[in-house]
Nanobody, 129 residues
Framework: VQLVESGGGLAQAGGSLRLSCAVS????????IGWFRQVPGRGREGIAC????????FYSDSVKGRFPVSGNSAEKSVYLQMNRLKPEDAAVYFC???????????????????????WGQGTPVTVSS
């Protein structure tokens, strides 16, 4: 499984960014993708998860209502739409998922935000106040 993030950059507080996670090497429709973020000196925080099989989504309290996650099977990509950005949202953002699509239907509901076996390289997000 290969995951490649894109879309990070600089945004103003209150603004928006959209992150993408391109998925390859697995059956997209059976897979699940979690979004995580990390700031220096702190652990990686799971903020959103989507099961591509049924579109069910899960969110942390820190982003619920601001960062909807969606998937597009034709593009084999998962998106994190980041709205109403705050300075504390600044971090490196990663997408991650289970080791194979076999676990995809169960990953978000049972395992997330733990045990992602596959990671993208990360994309930095900076929010100016």
């Amino acid at each position: 499984v290969q995951l490649v993030e894109s879309g990070g950059g600089l945004a103003q507080a209150g603004g928006s960014l959209r992150l993408s996670c391109a998925v390859s090497g697995t059956t997209f429709e059976d897979y699940a993708i979690g979004w995580f973020r990390q700031v220096p000196g702190r652990g990686r925080e799971g903020i959103a998860c989507i099961s591509n099989s049924d579109g069910e989504t899960f969110y942390s309290d820190s982003v619920k209502g601001r960062f909807p996650v969606s998937g597009n099977s034709a593009e084999k990509s998962v998106y994190l739409q980041m709205n109403r950005l705050k300075p504390e949202d600044a971090a490196v953002y990663f997408c991650g998922g289970p080791i194979s699509s076999y676990l995809g239907p169960y990953y978000c509901q049972i395992f997330w935000p733990h045990f992602p076996a596959q990671w993208g390289q990360g994309t930095p997000v900076t929010v100016s106040s």
